[in-house]
């Protein structure tokens, strides 16, 4: 079973200097970069086990952080997940009072504020063009041993741990620990390639880093506090036999759509890279960040096709269709926003109204859906995020307005 945990990691062959020996050089760099690593030590409360007396529970924890500027460090967001109080401390011991300043759940990245922290800045590298093979080193707080050093290589790449925002996970073979969750994964070269964020608890030697690219383009929105917006394609996607990916949908307005891709296109490589799976997939779209582009070569009729696509924020084509019908072509139906009165006459404070309904629906035309999986649905674009998750999980859980009175309804395909 996959658990988000704790890391710390690998080490590397080095070009090494006239006479040095390969433990010499890897010495010699572990001292360089190592200052650049801090220990968290957290307060937390767990509000999901609250109780009508004691209040939530109180506890401690551990994890790991590195400096990406001065005074700001970054770190996983389930690290300081619920955290009162945090603190860091250095390779000298010092400890100090650190702000959080920005966070996303999603992507699982956290930054960070210290005042006063004098420690130099990790460097930021690249996994693009890491082979299987490479080595690798890292350096976390694992049972709160700070600043413990593990050597390995890097074992396999874009392995997907079921995630939803991002799943192309880089593994190693590096030894990992409870604790080092939030630290650096180092390239040979003493660069970040990764961030440290889960490992496998059914053996030994299974850890994952998420790439150090999604910090980079992560950076700018910790940095304000805000909700990271990743790159958003504008369509859905099913694996077909043989290798490549098929679009199911293309959503109305969006990326895909104005790029010119159609239902049924069959992309065989992005950026010129050939694209076999999901994961690979994610690795090329999960890394991207509004307003970047994608070149891909599709299939289409037995022709190849290029199409290139200017990424935006889902939240941007949210805002674009907001008093639009969108077509949910999925579940064979299009809706809308709720109008103001029909909210207002039926007291609803969510809720998107189904215009069209094609055969086969399960909702009707004048069905008001108010829930999907557990996700209240305010808007077109809310209804699009959850019933992608559940037409790719194959089934769905409903709370609708139909009939003067609220209904659940229950499918699967």
Not at 114 to 137: H, I, N
Not at 333 to 356: C, H, M, N, W, Y
Not at 365 to 381: F, M
Request: hydrophobic share 45%; charged share 20%.
């Amino acid at each position: 079973m996959l658990r988000t945990a704790a890391l710390a990691l690998a080490v590397a062959a080095f070009v090494l200097p006239r006479g040095a020996s390969a433990d010499e050089a890897l010495a010699d760099l572990v001292e360089r970069v190592a200052p650049s690593v801090v220990n968290l030590h957290l307060s937390t409360v767990d509000k999901e086990r609250w109780h009508p007396v004691y209040g939530s529970p109180r506890g401690e924890s551990l994890g790991s952080g590195f400096v990406v500027e001065d005074g700001l460090i970054i770190t996983n967001q389930h690290v300081v997940a619920n955290a009162t109080e945090i603190l860091v401390s250095d390779h000298r011991g010092n400890v100090f009072v650190a702000e959080l300043v920005g966070a996303d759940p999603d992507i699982d990245l956290a930054l960070l504020r210290v005042v006063g922290l004098d420690l130099p800045l990790v460097v930021l590298g690249s996994s693009v063009g890491l082979r299987v093979g490479q080595d690798v080193f890292a350096v976390g707080n694992p049972f709160g041993h700070g600043h413990t050093v593990t050597r390995g290589i890097l074992s396999a790449r874009t392995r997907e741990l079921g995630r939803d925002a991002f799943d192309a996970f880089l593994q190693t073979d590096a030894a990992i620990n409870q604790g080092s969750s939030g630290g650096p994964l180092f390239d040979a070269q003493g660069r970040v390639i990764g961030v440290n964020t889960a490992v496998d608890g059914r053996g030994e030697s299974l850890g994952f880093a998420m790439p150090v690219e999604l910090v980079l383009g992560a950076l700018p929105w910790l940095r304000n506090g805000e909700d990271v917006e990743p790159g958003w394609p504008g369509l859905r996607l099913q694996e077909v036999r043989g290798g490549g990916l098929q679009v199911v949908t293309v959503y109305k307005d969006g990326p895909a759509g104005r790029g010119g891709l159609r239902a049924g296109d069959v992309v065989v490589s992005v950026d010129g890279s050939t694209v076999k799976g999901r994961a690979a997939w994610q690795e090329k779209f999960g890394l991207a960040f509004p307003g970047e582009e994608r070149t891909l070569l599709v299939t289409r009729g037995g022709t190849e096709k290029v199409i290139k696509l200017m990424l935006e924020s889902r939240a941007a084509w949210a805002d674009r269709v907001a008093g639009k019908s969108v077509e949910i072509e999925g579940l064979y139906v299009t809706v809308r926003k709720i109008a103001p009165d029909v909210s207002e006459r039926l007291a609803l404070s969510v809720g998107v109204q189904v215009v069209a309904a094609k055969r086969g629906a399960i909702f009707r035309p004048g069905d008001i859906v108010l829930d999907i999986d557990g996700t209240k649905i305010r808007s077109p674009a809310d209804m699009v995020t959850a019933c992608d998750a559940a037409l790719t999980n194959r089934a769905i859980a409903a709370v609708i307005y139909r009939d003067g009175g609220a209904l659940r309804i229950r499918h699967r395909w």
